[in-house]
């Protein structure tokens, strides 16, 4: 996959995308990531990219001049092509009003031949890139960053790691949390040691088995394998019923799934009442 990241602060990516994973799938040449600063396709003395909007406003804008050349320089599919269905390129905008990045979105992404990511600084960029240069826009989450560099760098991250190759054990993608693998969740169920089904990871432990008087779970070293899916399954459902209650409303739940569920929240309703029935009356 080609990377190309459009940025007013080149030097920034010079640590993020120097290590690990990323590191490695470069080495590899599974990924080539070029950086490319916006000030040099700006003409004027000072290197200017920003503005002030017309109408008025606080802040500054990033100007369209220096991102058109730059998009244009790349050589990447036309916006006509790309928003028509063509789905080798994809020119991304990093803004804060862009559909939230999650690992579906990794995972489509992973499958193109190139991606150009768009990091937005000040008060935002021209609408004309959002409009006539960048096929998507994409947020890293509900929170307001000083720039796209952070987000740009967290999805390069996300991207890679599902390229084929890129991990030592391409299946481990398969368990992590938020992944979704249908066919393998409809065909077999959840497994022990991979397919989250789009819920929070289970939690993992290892040696020693009794830490500081915190002992591992005793399933865990049974050597009961069905017994140890079992109580993977109930332990993330446990997690994402307690973190990330909004998820159980968009994963596949099996009839296994459900009963485990309705455990789960039993137990959190006696919790409740236990809580309730200890405080203090008012």
């Known amino acids: 996959m080609q990377v190309d990241i459009l940025t007013i602060f ?12 990323v590191r490695r ?35 500054m804008v990033l100007k369209p001049e220096p991102i058109f050349e730059c998009i244009e ?11 028509a269905g063509a789905t080798e390129h994809t020119v ?15 995972a489509e992404l992973a499958a193109l031949d190139r991606m150009v990511l768009i990091c937005g600084r000040y008060e935002g960029v021209d609408e004309r890139v959002g409009d006539f240069i960048a096929d998507r826009e994409l947020s890293v989450g509900d929170y307001v960053l000083s720039g796209g560099e952070l987000g740009a760098a967290a999805i390069v ?7 084929p190759g890129a991990l030592g054990n391409q299946a481990s993608t398969r368990q992590e949390s938020f992944t979704v693998e249908r066919e393998l969740l409809l065909t077999e169920g959840p497994q022990s040691t991979c397919a989250s089904g789009g819920l929070l990871d289970y939690p993992h432990y290892t040696r020693p088995a009794d830490f500081r008087g ?15 899916r079992l109580w ?3 332990a993330a459902l446990e997690k994402t019923f307690r973190n990330r209650p909004d998820l159980l409303d968009r994963v596949e739940l099996s009839d296994e799934d459900r009963e485990l569920l309705a455990r789960i929240r039993q137990k959190a309703r006696g919790l409740e009442l236990a809580a309730d029935a200890d405080a203090p009356g008012v």
Do not use: C
């Open 10 to 21: 080149p030097d920034f990516f010079r640590g993020p995308l120097d290590y690990g994973i």
């Open 25 to 59: 799938a470069r080495e590899a040449g599974l990924v080539k990531i070029d950086v490319h600063d916006l000030r040099g396709f700006a003409h004027d003395r000072h290197r200017t990219v920003d503005d002030r909007p017309f109408g008025g406003g606080e802040g």
């Open 73 to 83: 320089s790349l050589n990447v599919l036309p916006w006509e092509e790309r928003t």
């Open 92 to 106: 991304i905008l990093l803004s804060a009003q862009g559909k939230r990045f999650d690992q579906a979105v990794a």
């Open 157 to 163: 991250d996300a991207v890679t790691r599902l390229i």
């Open 214 to 228: 915190m002992a591992v779970p005793d399933v865990l070293v049974s050597g009961d394998h069905e017994q140890i």
């Open 232 to 234: 993977r399954r109930r």
